[in-house]
């Protein structure tokens, strides 16, 4: 029997993955990219910001923001994996960049009760995104 051979019907979990990860490297706006940012250990990144920075100035409140960086990163990534432009628009972390921007003013000028009109930029957003043409590349 010739070992280069695949058989037809190979139902093995690895080759099921090696599929499904060839599929998802071809798809999308920005398909390097986007394996690229998901292949980086972003996570990692932060964690050791954030206990060096932390340990350095021993200031561990305002730190534990730049935890909220994880998401919008990964959100980024999913995003460059959008087959049209709309999508991609629909699919960013503006909600969490939105919080995370809340939360940085808030505390740095206390002005608690009137950053909270930043909330009103998501559905402004997403109202504006909707009359983008829907099948534009």
Known sequence: MDTNQ???????????????AVKVGEYGLYPKTAAAMIKFPF?????????????ALD??????IIFLTIPI???IATACKAKTKKAFLNLLPI???????????S????????TWILFLIIPTYYWIVSFSKPNQE
């Open 107 to 114: 505390f740095a000028t206390g002005a608690w009760k009137i």
């Open 95 to 105: 909600p969490e960049c939105v919080v995370t921007l809340y939360l940085i003013l």
């Open 59 to 64: 200031i561990w409140h305002p730190f534990w």
């Open 73 to 75: 990163y990964y959100r």
């Open 6 to 20: 695949t058989p037809r019907n190979d139902n093995s979990v690895k080759s099921k993955i090696k599929n499904v």
């Open 43 to 55: 996570f990692l990144i932060v964690v050791i910001l954030y206990c060096g920075l932390s340990y």
